[in-house]
Protein backbone atom coordinates (compact mmCIF):
# COMPACT_ATOMS: atom_id res chain seq x y z
CA UNK A 1 0.00 0.00 0.00
CA UNK A 2 1.31 3.00 -1.13
CA UNK A 3 1.89 5.86 1.48
CA UNK A 4 2.66 9.48 1.52
CA UNK A 5 3.84 11.69 4.82
CA UNK A 6 4.23 15.72 4.11
CA UNK A 7 6.33 17.46 6.57
CA UNK A 8 7.74 20.94 6.50
CA UNK A 9 4.71 22.97 7.11
CA UNK A 10 4.31 25.72 9.63
CA UNK A 11 4.05 29.56 10.28
CA UNK A 12 5.74 31.80 8.13
CA UNK A 13 6.19 35.66 7.52
CA UNK A 14 5.57 36.77 4.04
CA UNK A 15 8.78 37.02 1.88
CA UNK A 16 9.59 34.07 4.05
CA UNK A 17 10.53 30.38 2.84
CA UNK A 18 9.96 26.71 3.70
CA UNK A 19 10.77 23.68 2.45
CA UNK A 20 7.89 20.93 2.05
CA UNK A 21 8.83 17.38 2.06
CA UNK A 22 6.72 14.07 1.12
CA UNK A 23 8.53 10.79 1.76
CA UNK A 24 6.76 8.27 0.01
CA UNK A 25 6.56 4.08 0.74
CA UNK A 26 5.20 0.95 -0.96
CA UNK A 27 5.66 1.55 -3.91
CA UNK A 28 8.61 1.93 -6.92
CA UNK A 29 9.09 5.49 -5.84
CA UNK A 30 11.29 6.08 -9.07
CA UNK A 31 8.42 5.18 -11.32
CA UNK A 32 5.89 7.30 -10.61
CA UNK A 33 5.48 11.21 -11.05
CA UNK A 34 4.69 13.03 -8.12
CA UNK A 35 3.19 16.05 -7.22
CA UNK A 36 2.23 18.72 -4.85
CA UNK A 37 -1.10 20.37 -4.51
CA UNK A 38 -2.70 22.65 -2.39
CA UNK A 39 -6.24 23.98 -1.25
CA UNK A 40 -7.12 26.79 0.84
CA UNK A 41 -10.32 27.57 3.00
CA UNK A 42 -13.55 27.38 0.66
CA UNK A 43 -11.54 26.87 -2.38
CA UNK A 44 -10.79 23.71 -4.81
CA UNK A 45 -7.44 21.99 -4.45
CA UNK A 46 -5.26 23.04 -7.30
CA UNK A 47 -1.86 22.01 -8.94
CA UNK A 48 1.09 23.65 -7.35
CA UNK A 49 3.69 21.18 -9.05
CA UNK A 50 4.52 17.89 -10.28
CA UNK A 51 7.88 15.96 -11.57
CA UNK A 52 7.75 12.86 -13.70
CA UNK A 53 10.08 10.04 -12.98
CA UNK A 54 12.29 11.53 -15.34
CA UNK A 55 12.61 15.00 -13.56
CA UNK A 56 10.46 16.80 -15.90
CA UNK A 57 8.32 19.88 -14.28
CA UNK A 58 5.41 21.45 -14.39
CA UNK A 59 4.48 24.89 -12.22
CA UNK A 60 1.24 26.89 -11.44
CA UNK A 61 1.82 30.25 -12.90
CA UNK A 62 0.88 31.54 -9.62
CA UNK A 63 3.93 30.04 -8.31
CA UNK A 64 6.53 29.74 -11.29
CA UNK A 65 9.68 31.53 -10.30
CA UNK A 66 9.04 31.35 -6.91
CA UNK A 67 8.58 27.31 -5.62
CA UNK A 68 10.76 24.62 -7.09
CA UNK A 69 9.78 20.72 -6.88
CA UNK A 70 12.40 17.81 -6.79
CA UNK A 71 12.63 14.74 -5.87
CA UNK A 72 15.56 12.48 -4.37
CA UNK A 73 14.82 8.65 -5.41
CA UNK A 74 17.50 6.86 -2.99
CA UNK A 75 15.36 8.76 -0.12
CA UNK A 76 12.05 7.84 -2.35
CA UNK A 77 11.33 11.75 -1.22
CA UNK A 78 9.77 14.77 -3.10
CA UNK A 79 10.62 18.24 -1.64
CA UNK A 80 8.57 21.52 -2.65
CA UNK A 81 11.31 24.80 -1.97
CA UNK A 82 8.52 27.54 -1.43
CA UNK A 83 10.27 30.89 -1.69
CA UNK A 84 9.37 34.54 -1.45
CA UNK A 85 5.89 33.71 0.15
CA UNK A 86 2.73 35.86 0.03
CA UNK A 87 -0.37 35.68 2.12
CA UNK A 88 -2.10 34.01 -0.92
CA UNK A 89 0.09 30.66 -0.44
CA UNK A 90 -1.90 29.75 2.80
CA UNK A 91 -2.97 26.68 2.44
CA UNK A 92 -3.25 22.80 3.29
CA UNK A 93 -0.64 21.21 0.96
CA UNK A 94 -0.83 17.82 -0.43
CA UNK A 95 1.43 15.46 -1.77
CA UNK A 96 0.34 13.34 -4.97
CA UNK A 97 1.81 10.07 -6.93
CA UNK A 98 1.56 8.14 -9.39
CA UNK A 99 -0.53 9.85 -12.37
CA UNK A 100 1.27 11.91 -15.45
CA UNK A 101 3.33 14.72 -16.23
CA UNK A 102 0.25 17.09 -15.91
CA UNK A 103 -2.44 14.59 -14.45
CA UNK A 104 -2.75 13.47 -10.60
CA UNK A 105 -2.48 10.26 -9.55
CA UNK A 106 -4.64 8.51 -7.06
CA UNK A 107 -2.54 8.38 -3.75
CA UNK A 108 -2.53 11.56 -1.43
CA UNK A 109 -0.57 12.57 1.72
CA UNK A 110 -2.60 13.54 5.27
CA UNK A 111 -1.78 16.92 3.97
CA UNK A 112 0.47 20.20 5.68
CA UNK A 113 -0.44 23.17 6.67
CA UNK A 114 1.36 26.54 5.31
CA UNK A 115 0.28 29.77 6.75
CA UNK A 116 1.78 33.23 5.57
CA UNK A 117 1.16 35.98 7.70
CA UNK A 118 1.54 39.52 5.96
Known amino acids: QVQLVESGGGLVQAGGSLRLSCAAS????????MGWYRQAPGKQRELVARITSGGSTIYADSVKGRFTISRDNIENTVYLQMNSLKPEDTADYYC????????????WGQGTQVTVSS
Open 96 to 107: NAGGGYSLAGGY
Open 26 to 33: GTIFSRNA
